[in-house]
Structures are given as structure tokens and as C-alpha cells.
């Protein structure tokens, strides 16, 4: 076992506070990684907040991690001390259940995800990525191109491939009319794929001032959610629309924008549920209400290669960790553009 440092939270009422714990030694088939840069995704919220139920404590978050390979097992044969990598949401699955085998391993039963999850190897559970290394299966390791700024690059491990992901599995293309619910660390990466997809982007928001970014982002038109004549203008006419909001609100008013057999998919995860959607909604135009989570290896590693071969990074104002706490807070009062990242190299001064 190793030594290691990172911020961790100690029960679900305590500010993130310096942490000592041991990673285990690699083993054959591991990736030892110093951990460069980590983004702050909402979820890390809920869970050291335990607004899901189930946080175990002490908890160190973070699964939007990029950094270098320093060592690797006697079996790997994917990377090489210096290569940059990336560590997303999972760090391993059963590998054997027709989701694993399809190459869709974040809805296998027995996923492990990267932190407050029950890690095989110590018995316990296992620790994130607000911490200088980590030790991952190779199999759950991902390339992270030259081309790509790698702090930049760090939040594309969950807030990119949450939005790339349903994006791709409903087709989205030329031709097609995307709304994007919310702009925040994930509407953002929703506005770029739509576009780079070739898609006439939509984004709906609260918040008037936001239209600029949405625009400068990629957006072709930015409606104002509060506003309903605006909204109404859009009845009937929209293929897809990613919701992205991690609050509960009313569904119908982007049901009803839907054409027929037009989908509203959900990637935001509300801590209570969403009031019951109009099923008139739905039927008379067979509508679909949807849920997408993650990506699985396969797919994370294509939208990399994708982000790199087209310059799509995200948005984001780097923090040492000392300022994460602030940062959370920021968080909920939607204060940032569009996703903290934080520079592990601030915890040196800890060692």
C-alpha cells in the first residue's frame, strides 16, 4: 500500500478537509496515475451532502480526473509512464453481464464507480479523484490526446460523455432540432456536441443574461423558459431535447415542444422527483420521456478522440483545492463558467 493525500468529507455536515489514506500498490493489470487535474462535478454535491442516501464516510469525490501515467503493472500493454490519461465515472464492472459485454459497462449491476462505491481490493470504499494518484485498472483507463489542454479536458470524463453519450444513442444529426434544458457544466457540453453533430441547437433557460454564452457556445436560438409566449412558439417542433437540470421541475412544458416521436432525455439527477408528467402529453404523439447515464470505456474514449479531432474542451476557471468548499457553494448559486476544475498540484503543500 501507498501513502497519498487528498480532501476528503468526514460525515455529510463537514466541509472537505485535508485526508491521509493509503491506495492500494498496483497490481498486473494497473495504471498508477498522478492525478493532474480533477473537475467538480454537481454530483459530488449530492453525495458528500448524502442528498442521494447513500454517501459512506470518509468520502474523498472527484470522477472528472486527468493526469500522468507513473507506473504500470507487469500486464499492461495500453499505456507507458507519461502517457496522459483519463479516469471517468467507473473504475471497474463485471465484464461479463450482456451490458459489459456490449461495451455498455455503466449499467452493469455490479459497476464500481470511482468513489463512495465498495472497492474489492481493500474491503472498504473507494476514494475519487480530490487526491494526488489513484490506481485503476488498465481496462478503465482512458487516452487523453496531446491536442487536448488537459485541464480542460478533465471535465469531459463525466460532464462530456453524459451529454455525448444520449446525443449519440438518439441519433442526432444534419438537420435535426435540439433543445438544451439549462446551462450549466452540462448544457454547456450539450450546446458543443449538438453542434459539432451538425444539429440547429436550441437552449432553453431561466436566465436571460445567459443568451450571449449560448450563442458565443454554439447555440443557433436561446429561448427564455419563464417566458411562455416564447416557449409556445416552439410547440411541436423539437426531435430531441436534452434536459440537463438537476433540480425538479415541470416536464411538460418541453414534452409539448416535441414532434412526434420526439424524446425529452434527462441527465439531471434532481435530489426529489420531478412533478408526474401529463400523459396526454405523451400519448396523442408518442412522445418518450428518457434517462441516459454516462457512457461505457468504448464510447467515452471515441467522444476523447472526437473532442480532440474537433477542439471541443469545456469551459472552465481552474481552483486550487484549499478553494473547494467556496467552490460548492458557487456551484449551487450557478456562479461558475461552466465547470470548476482543481489543480491537484495545491495539495504539494500538504505532503
Not at 503493472?73 to 465484464?95: A, I, Q
Not at 463525466?158 to 451529454?163: E, H, N, S, V
Not at 434532481?270 to 434517462?291: C, E, Q, W
Amino acid at each position: 500500500m501507498q501513502k497519498t493525500i487528498g480532501y476528503a468529507a468526514y460525515n455529510h455536515n463537514s466541509p472537505l478537509l485535508p485526508f491521509s489514506f493509503e491506495r492500494r500498490d498496483p497490481q498486473p493489470t494497473d495504471v498508477q496515475i498522478e492525478i493532474l487535474f480533477c473537475g467538480v462535478c454537481h454530483s459530488d454535491i449530492h453525495q458528500v451532502r448524502n442528498e442521494w442516501g447513500n454517501s459512506v464516510f470518509p468520502m474523498v469525490p472527484g470522477h472528472e480526473i486527468v493526469g500522468k501515467v507513473i507506473k504500470t503493472g507487469n500486464e499492461v500493454t495500453r499505456f507507458k509512464p507519461g502517457d496522459s490519461v483519463g479516469v471517468g465515472c467507473l473504475v471497474d464492472s463485471c465484464r461479463v453481464c450482456p451490458d459489459c459485454r456490449e461495451n455498455l459497462e455503466q449499467f452493469c449491476n455490479d459497476a464500481v464507480f470511482t468513489y463512495n462505491s465498495p472497492d474489492k481490493h481493500s474491503g472498504g470504499s473507494n476514494y475519487g479523484g480530490y487526491s494526488r494518484q489513484i490506481v485503476v485498472d488498465q481496462d478503465f483507463v482512458l487516452h487523453v490526446s496531446d491536442k487536448l489542454d488537459l485541464a480542460a479536458a478533465a471535465p469531459l470524463l463525466c460532464a462530456g460523455i453524459t451529454t455525448y453519450s444520449p446525443l449519440r444513442n438518439w441519433g442526432v444529426g444534419k438537420g435535426d432540432k435540439v433543445g438544451i434544458v439549462g446551462l450549466g457544466g452540462l448544457g454547456h457540453m450539450g450546446i458543443k456536441f449538438a453542434r459539432a453533430f451538425g444539429a440547429h441547437v436550441v437552449l432553453f433557460t431561466t436566465t436571460p443574461g445567459k443568451a450571449n454564452d449560448a450563442r458565443r457556445l454554439g447555440a443557433d436560438e436561446v429561448v427564455v423558459s419563464k417566458n411562455i409566449e416564447e416557449v409556445q412558439e416552439h410547440l411541436a417542433s423539437f426531435d430531441f431535447i436534452l434536459d440537463t437540470v438537476a433540480a425538479p421541475h415541470n416536464l411538460d412544458v418541453y414534452t409539448s415542444l416535441l414532434k412526434r416521436d420526439g424524446t425529452l432525455c434527462l441527465v439531471g439527477v434532481p435530489d426529489h422527483p420531478h412533478p408526474s408528467p401529463a400523459v396526454g402529453n405523451l400519448i396523442f404523439k408518442r412522445r418518450s420521456i428518457a434517462g441516459s447515464l454516462i457512457g461505457g470505456l468504448k464510447e467515452t474514449q471515441e467522444m476523447l478522440d472526437f473532442c480532440a479531432e474537433n477542439a471541443i474542451t469545456s469551459d472552465i476557471e481552474i481552483i486550487p483545492i484549499q478553494q473547494v468548499n467556496e467552490a460548492y457553494e458557487r456551484v449551487l448559486k450557478s456562479d461558475v463558467k461552466y465547470r470548476f476544475v482543481i489543480d491537484l498540484a495545491s495539495l504539494k503543500q500538504l505532503e
